[in-house]
C-alpha cells in the first residue's frame, strides 16, 4: 500500500494546454498536457484530476508500489485532458483499482468516450487490455461524498461538457477548471452563468483555473473555450479566491513569456491574494 500523508497537497504534473510541447523553451514551466494530482490527509488513495501526458510521471512513481487505488475525475475528454491515460502504468498491474470519472458527452457516457478513444485504429491498446480493475463512473454534478473529501461539479463554458470540479477536503475548498471561457461582454452584461460561476468560486482556498490567452491572443478566438488571464484575475477577485493559480499555457508561450507574465502578476496583484502565479509542472503545494 502507498504512504500515507498528513497534509493536503497538490501536485501539478502537467499544466500545458492543447497539445504537449517537447521544446527547450518550455521546460521550465512544462511540456506537459493537464494533470494535477491531491493528496488526501490519512488516505492512501490517488485522487488524480485529468489524464493528459503528464499522468505518465505520476504513474512512474507508483512504481514501488503493488496495491495502488484511486480515482481519476476527467474534466472533459479533449485530447489534451485523456492522452496520458495509456501511459499511466498502474492501470497495467492487476491488483490495482481505478475509478474512472466524467460527465456525460453528446456520445455518450464515460466508459463509451474511453472505449471510443481506444480503439485499434487510433492506439494498439484497448480497454480491455487493461489489467486494473476500472470502474467507470459518468459523473452528475450533485456533491458526492468519498473517503476523506467530496466532489461536486459545474459546467464549464466550453465546447463540449466539462466540468469545474470543486473538491472539499475537511473545509478546505480546491477547484479545478483548466478549461474555461470566460467571455468579457458577457460578464459585464451580468449574464446568470456569471453570478453561478462566481458563487460557485466564492472563497475558494485555491482555484486553477485556464488562463491560455492574453486579452490581445485571445482576440479573434472567441468561442475557443479558453480565457484571457486579466479577465480570469478579475473574476477571482470579486469572489475572493484566495489563491489563484492559472493554468493550460498556450502551447506557443515560451518560458520567458511566461515568466514575465508570472513576474507581472505578482507586481501588480500580490495585494489581493495569498498567492497569485502561474502553474508550473512539478510543483508541490502544501496546504
Ligand atoms: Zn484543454
Ligand atoms: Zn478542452
Known amino acids: 500500500m502507498g504512504k500515507k500523508n498528513n497534509q493536503i497537497s497538490i501536485i ?63 474534466t472533459h475528454p479533449h485530447w489534451d485532458h485523456i492522452q496520458g491515460f495509456p501511459f499511466f502504468k498502474p492501470i497495467y498491474g492487476s491488483k490495482n483499482q481505478f475509478e474512472i470519472h466524467m460527465p456525460e458527452q453528446e456520445d455518450g457516457g464515460c466508459k463509451e468516450i474511453l472505449s471510443g478513444h481506444l480503439t485499434k485504429t487510433f492506439f494498439p491498446v484497448t480497454l480491455e ?40 477536503i475537511d473545509g478546505t475548498t480546491i477547484i479545478f477548471c ?28 485555491i482555484l486553477i483555473h485556464d488562463g491560455q490567452y492574453s486579452l490581445e491572443s485571445y482576440e479573434g478566438k472567441h468561442g475557443w473555450g479558453h480565457s484571457a488571464w486579466e479577465i480570469v484575475v478579475d473574476f477571482a477577485r470579486q469572489a475572493k479566491v484566495k489563491n489563484l493559480f492559472i493554468t493550460h499555457h498556450d502551447p ?21 491574494f495569498n498567492t497569485i502565479e502561474l502553474a508550473k509542472e512539478g510543483t508541490q503545494l502544501l496546504i
Open 129 to 168: 487490455m487493461i489489467d486494473a480493475n476500472l470502474k467507470y463512473v459518468t459523473q452528475s454534478p450533485e456533491k458526492v461524498e468519498y473517503d476523506g473529501y467530496s466532489v461536486e461539479y459545474m459546467l464549464a463554458n466550453h465546447t463540449t461538457n466539462t466540468a469545474i470540479y470543486k473538491i472539499e
Open 252 to 272: 506557443d508561450s515560451t518560458d520567458q513569456d511566461l515568466a514575465e507574465l508570472d513576474q507581472k502578476l505578482q507586481r501588480k496583484y500580490a495585494p489581493f
Open 12 to 74: 501539478f504534473w502537467g499544466v500545458r494546454g492543447s497539445t504537449p510541447c517537447a521544446n527547450k523553451e518550455n521546460m521550465v514551466y512544462g511540456g506537459n498536457t493537464t494533470c494535477v494530482q491531491v493528496t488526501i490527509p490519512q488516505s492512501d488513495e490517488l485522487l488524480i484530476l485529468d489524464s493528459g501526458t503528464g499522468i505518465r510521471n505520476l504513474g512512474n512513481r507508483q512504481n514501488g508500489n503493488t496495491k495502488v487505488r484511486g480515482r481519476i475525475f476527467i
Open 178 to 205: 483548466p478549461d474555461n471561457e470566460l467571455e468579457p461582454e458577457a460578464i459585464k452584461a451580468g449574464r446568470d452563468y456569471y453570478a453561478k460561476l462566481e458563487s460557485f468560486f466564492e472563497g475558494a482556498d
